[in-house]
């Protein structure tokens, strides 16, 4: 079937079956590599993107479905002229990915954390992102990245 998908701001059309998730449309039709597959039944988080800014696992969502919703992926954080994201530059700060795998997942969950709550409190933090795994171990650097970014946002 064909349908629409806005994706960062751009309008592609889309040609797949009627279950095909969103994750494997993003990857494999439209390039876009930033969300990753993890377990792909909706429980580690590796495949997050936003819809609309709320966090969605693309591993278990059929891409048809989300006609009319628009869509963010990693990719689309970045302004215009590449500069990164105040998540991304305090991610690279606080040296927060050690495999990183998790990290794009990580990150948007965390940018619709600070969009509904700009200064959350650590325990804020650590239950928006208790459901997103990493296997690194590396949680108290990843919680030290979003306080960063949070601050700067703040100003
Ligand atoms: Fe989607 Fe794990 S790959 S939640």
Do not use: W
Request: hydrophobic letters at 40%; a neutral charge; glycine letters at 10%.
């Amino acid at each position: 079937m064909a349908f629409k998908l806005t994706i960062n701001g751009k309008t592609h059309v889309i040609e797949s079956e009627e279950d095909t998730p969103l994750l494997y449309v993003l990857r494999d039709e439209l390039g876009l590599n930033g969300a990753k597959y993890g377990c792909g039944v909706g429980q580690c988080g590796a495949c997050t993107v936003l819809r609309e800014g709320a966090p969605l696992r693309s591993c278990i969502v059929p891409a048809a479905s989300l006609s009319g919703h628009p869509i963010t992926t990693l990719e689309g954080l970045r302004a215009p002229d590449g500069t990164l994201h105040a998540l991304q530059k305090a991610f690279l700060a606080e040296q927060a990915g050690q495999c990183a795998y998790c990290i794009p997942g990580m990150i948007l969950a965390a940018e619709a954390l600070l969009r509904a709550t700009p200064q959350p409190s650590e325990m804020e933090i650590r239950a928006a992102l208790d459901s997103h795994l990493c296997r690194c171990g590396s949680h108290n650097r990843i919680v030290r990245a979003i306080q960063r970014a949070a601050k700067e946002v703040a100003g």
